[in-house]
């Protein structure tokens, strides 16, 4: 196969908004925005090949995003988040062939609505306790097993450590690294799985300057918004993400 990108106008006016709420998202401003990228590039192209696209732009964007937010992670979290997210993808690897894209689509988007509604209706106290532990490794054990179908690992792992309620740049860098490596682990499978084909990386070379536009544009706003702010943009990133990813799942 010939290393030539898609061509398709159509595709390129879904692919550019997309990569950018990709970049935002990455900066951990309305990280929920992030998982509609494949989403909407699926209104041009197949969800296996938007996802196949996105892998070197999504490396570019982690290896930015780590970069702005070195120093404030929180190293106790991410060693506990990243074992069950690899196990995730793992199992995301070994079902890719047999479960539907959509299907996943919609199973994403409908606990995150779910999560949504018990935030609203049950809204936590100061005193709440923050979820279990046992919670927090099915769910991003569901992230990592989502992102490797769709990237759409953000709403399951924000489910977890939303709540924990900790300051908007270290949720950022906690984020970045653990999606770094979520993500990282992802290409040998996708190459085994015969994602990786030509025209699908000279695609991703056309994307890949709007990356670090993107990260740029979060990461300004990140740093400047209260942690109030930030957490309303979360919440709605994620309800315009579960209505998107449910429509896809159970109405289109």
């Avoid at 951990?28 to 969800?47: D, E, I, K, Q, R």
């Avoid at 702005?68 to 990243?82: C, E």
């Avoid at 046992?134 to 450590?161: D, E, M, Q, R, W």
């Avoid at 993107?214 to 109030?228: E, F, P």
């Amino acid at each position: 196969m010939q290393f030539t990108p898609i061509t398709d106008p159509h595709f390129y006016a879904a692919a550019v908004p997309a990569v950018l709420l990709l970049g935002i998202s990455k900066s951990g401003f309305g990280a929920g925005f992030g998982s509609l990228a494949v989403p909407l590039m699926a209104l041009a192209v197949t969800v296996p090949e938007a996802a196949a696209i996105l892998m070197p732009v999504l490396l570019l964007m982690d290896l930015l995003g780590i970069a702005a937010f070195r120093r404030d992670f929180d190293r106790r979290l991410l060693a506990f988040l990243v074992p069950c997210g690899l196990l995730g993808t793992l199992i995301g690897a070994l079902l890719f062939r047999t479960l539907p894209a959509h299907t996943v689509a919609g199973i994403v988007g409908l606990f995150t609505l779910l999560f949504l509604a018990q935030r609203l209706l049950f809204p936590p106290r100061a005193d709440t306790a923050p979820p279990s532990r046992l919670a927090g490794g099915v769910l991003t054990t569901i992230s990592g097993f989502t992102s490797f179908i769709a990237h759409a690992g953000g709403p399951p792992v924000n489910a977890y450590v939303m709540p924990l309620r900790l300051a908007p740049v270290v949720f950022t860098a906690t984020m970045a690294y653990f999606f770094f490596i979520v993500n990282l682990s992802k290409w040998v499978p996708y190459a085994w799985l015969g994602l990786l084909d030509w025209r699908n990386l000279a695609t991703s070379l056309v994307l890949l300057p709007l990356a670090p536009c993107g990260v740029w544009m979060g990461v300004r706003i990140a740093r400047r918004i209260s942690a109030t702010w930030f957490y309303r943009m979360l919440y709605l990133g994620m309800l315009l993400t579960g209505l998107k990813l449910a429509w896809d799942g159970f109405i289109a």
